[in-house]
């Protein structure tokens, strides 16, 4: 198909006033609020919901809440998450829990930022927090161990401390928990 | 040698009465009789048997094919009905000539029940789902929700059917009795009594089928707790199969325990190699790393049974000092370098001056290969037998798991081990110049580091570093068996084949295929570069087994006429 270029009229073929619509829209902009942030100096609100990178929490008395039952590592769709499981001594720091990670590894480069983890856990052991700009010098910096992980991830408040009630309730009824 | 070769598990039983029956309206003719479990005498068919032959599946916790029927769980609730009985004492009739059912009151549980003619079970109706609703929230009561803790977990049967007929939230609104958890049952079991529903497997496990009668329940009601019996370890050869038919995470493994979730493993079915009875079973790997063994049915060999012993012994496997590296002197080489210079010096080698100690636990056809070899050359072969205790249930006192192949193939000598001597006053009187050992240690077995020193080629083939590795001249990295495929012929002469679950450590490569290469160089003939290839050619060669194909050795094999 062939079509026909129109051909322009004096007005338009005189180029001035073009530019002179194109600077009206600029001076537009340049006297009104501006929109543009300036990041990184300035940062943004970052709303709730977002999902941002996973990371793991301890509750108030200091127990990291994971207990390695690797349901995160299964459900990871890129397979970012490697966790090494206690082993047969389990984690005697755990106390009743028995079991905690003795290594947890979130590759932030193979993460999608799914947030399938914090919905599978059954522990309330991951959240996916607010960090969108995550940044390294080489790859291994960016597989972040589990220190790395607890220490970003703080402290989640846990109404129901259900290892701990079944320790307390274990103990009422003369059980070692 | 007589030739015969059978596919059947079990041998042709006489023919039986069958009755017939219905389930859900599926008419099915069931045998009369089922032989026992355990005195393999025969006792009427239950119910649950019958939905089972009906490929109806019933839930159950107590029940176990293998077991004593205990019917203490009543998971397998079903209802039923039978012929109803004129007064007359003759069957009454619906008008359309069918047989009137006359459905019981009660549900029974399908597990203790006999069949009998004309019988009609249900196990789809809305009463058999609210009993097995009840049952289950009953279960739970006192049930810790462990989930995530336990290793149970993606193989547990109390989650299986508590996603069937489980309730979303507990009614429960006491609290729940805490038992024991972390129980040193014995020196490979720890025991979580929390877990436990009671279903007592575990002790007629022990004491029906091991005879070792370490395990009961203790206390009541609420309180009931599985103990051993006070003072005893529940030490067993035979322990950790209690940890199999636990339907619940209660025994626990202590050297699985907390290791891997069992939904990350890959099952690959194979074979046990530590002793003569061959033990079926399923290997769990994870990312080429071997984490358990879990035997495998089959009626032939071991029931639904091994042994500790063998179930333990796979961390070789594992090991970092794995031989990995193809050599010749320390001189790391490749593998087409190697084989060729072993070609090119046994083409130089004169008849009888070569000998060739094959491990029994190298695979039929790695032996048969060996074998071909031997005869180019004639060369003197044997293996190294290698004895241990047995016991009656399954661990056999031979420790090889290929004796039979060894002896089928030739390699090894009628009395096996008894061309040793002979292969070590060759070596010392110099007329044996070419060692090729597959698997052992010559050093432990009367051929020492000085004879071995004596040799012109010492040609070894192996997995782990070990004194005659050391002394090769010539060394080429085997494979263990969950990193190739292969068989064995069994004590009893069943031939079981099995397949591989990982990839073999560095340049290791498995031994038939670097054999068939060798034979074909130094031979000229032609082989089977598939595993199937050659084994069917080896059983077409070898009289004993009568043609058998790979493909027919299905997962559970043959039984061949040694």
Redesign the interface.
């Given at each position: 198909m062939i079509v026909k270029r129109e051909k322009l009229s004096f007005w338009e073929r005189l180029y001035l006033p073009a530019i002179v619509g194109g600077l009206k829209v600029t001076m537009r902009h340049f006297f009104s609020k501006k929109i543009t942030m300036q990041y990184p100096e300035e940062k943004w609100v970052v709303p709730p919901g977002y999902r941002g990178a996973p990371y793991l929490v301890k509750d108030q008395e200091d127990r990291t809440k994971c207990?390695?039952?690797?349901?995160c590592?299964?459900v990871c769709p890129p397979k970012a998450i490697k966790i090494t499981?206690?082993?047969?001594?389990?984690s005697p720091e755990a106390g009743?829990?028995?079991?905690a990670p003795k290594e947890f590894e979130i590759n932030m480069l193979r993460c999608i930022f799914c947030g399938y983890c914090q919905e599978v856990c059954?522990?309330e052991a991951i959240f996916l927090m607010q960090d969108y700009s995550l940044t390294g010098t080489n790859r291994k910096e960016m597989i972040y161990n589990k220190e790395k992980l607890l220490s970003l991830g703080g402290v989640h408040q846990d109404k129901i401390q259900?290892w701990k009630r079944?320790a307390d309730?274990?103990k009422?009824?003369g059980?070692?928990? | 040698m007589s030739i015969a070769a059978t596919t059947e598990n079990k041998p042709a039983a006489p023919a039986i009465e069958t009755i017939k029956i219905k389930v859900d309206g599926k008419e099915i003719a069931v045998p009369k009789t089922m032989p026992d479990p355990i005195s393999g005498k025969p006792i009427p068919t239950t119910m649950i048997q019958a939905c089972a032959l009906a490929t109806i599946d019933v839930p159950h916790y107590c029940y176990h094919p293998k077991l004593p029927v205990a019917g203490n769980c009543r998971m397998c609730l079903v209802e039923f009905g039978t012929p109803a009985m004129g007064p007359d004492r003759k069957p009454v009739m619906n008008p359309d000539g069918t047989p009137k059912i006359a459905k019981s009151p009660r549900p029974a549980i399908a597990c203790a029940t006999p069949v009998s003619p004309g019988m009609e079970i249900y196990t789809t109706t809305p009463a058999v789902k609210q009993m097995r609703e009840g049952v289950l929230e009953f279960l739970l009561i006192n049930h810790?929700?462990d989930?995530?803790?336990c290793d149970q977990?993606g193989e547990c049967k109390l989650q299986e059917y508590s996603v069937d007929y489980g309730q979303a939230t507990s009614r429960f609104v006491e609290?729940?009795?805490?038992?024991?958890?972390?129980v040193d049952l014995g020196p490979r079991i720890v025991l979580d009594d929390e877990r436990c529903i009671l279903c007592t497997r575990c002790i007629r496990f022990s004491k029906d089928i091991v005879g070792d009668d370490a395990l009961g329940i203790v206390n009541r009601g609420s309180y009931n707790t599985l103990s051993a019996y006070p003072g005893k370890a529940f030490d067993n050869n035979y322990t950790l199969n209690t940890v199999d038919i636990c339907p619940v995470g209660a025994l626990t493994s202590?050297?699985?325990?907390?290791?891997?979730?069992v939904?990350?493993l890959k099952e690959t079915k194979s074979v046990c190699t530590s002793c003569a009875t061959g033990c079926s079973i399923v290997i769990g790997s994870r990312e080429e790393k071997i984490y358990r063994y879990e035997p495998r049915e089959n009626d032939a060999v071991n029931s639904t049974w091994m042994c500790d012993y063998g179930r333990l012994n796979y961390k070789w496997i594992n090991r970092e000092d794995r031989l990995t590296d193809v050599k010749i002197g320390q001189a790391q080489t490749t593998w087409s370098n190697v084989l060729k210079q072993i070609a090119d010096k046994l083409a130089k080698a004169q008849s009888g001056s070569v000998a060739i100690v094959a491990s029994a636990r190298q695979t039929t056809e790695e032996l048969f290969l060996l074998a071909k070899l031997a005869k180019k050359f004639n060369a003197i072969t044997d293996s190294i037998p290698r004895t241990g205790e047995g016991d009656k249930l399954l661990l056999s006192t031979d420790r090889n798991p290929n004796s039979n192949g060894a002896k089928l193939t030739g390699i090894a000598s009628a009395q096996m081990g008894a061309n040793l001597p002979k292969i070590a006053e060759g070596i010392r009187n110099g007329s044996i110049k070419t060692l090729i050992v597959f698997g052992e240690d010559m050093t432990k077995h009367g051929i020492g580091a000085d004879l071995l020193g004596k040799l012109d080629n010492l040609i070894v083939s192996d997995i782990l570093p070990n004194k005659t590795t050391e002394a090769a001249t010539y060394l080429l990295p085997g494979c263990a068996h969950a990193e190739k495929r292969g068989s064995f012929v069994n004590g009893k002469g069943r031939v079981q084949r099995f397949l591989k679950a990982i990839e073999p450590r560095g340049e290791a490569r498995p031994e038939w295929e670097f054999l068939h290469e060798l034979v074909h160089n130094v031979t000229g003939q032609n082989g089977y570069a598939t595993i199937e290839g050659l084994f069917n050619q080896m059983a077409k060669e070898i009289p004993a087994f009568n043609g058998v194909t790979w493909a027919a050795l299905g997962d559970t094999g043959v039984t061949i006429q040694i």
């Open positions: 207990v390695s039952c690797q349901l590592e299964f499981p206690p082993g047969p001594a389990g009743n829990v028995e079991k059954p522990e259900k079944k309730e274990a009422e009824q059980i070692t928990p | 810790p929700l989930c995530p803790i977990a609290e729940k009795v805490h038992k024991p958890k972390r202590k050297d699985f325990r907390f290791k891997m979730r939904w990350f």
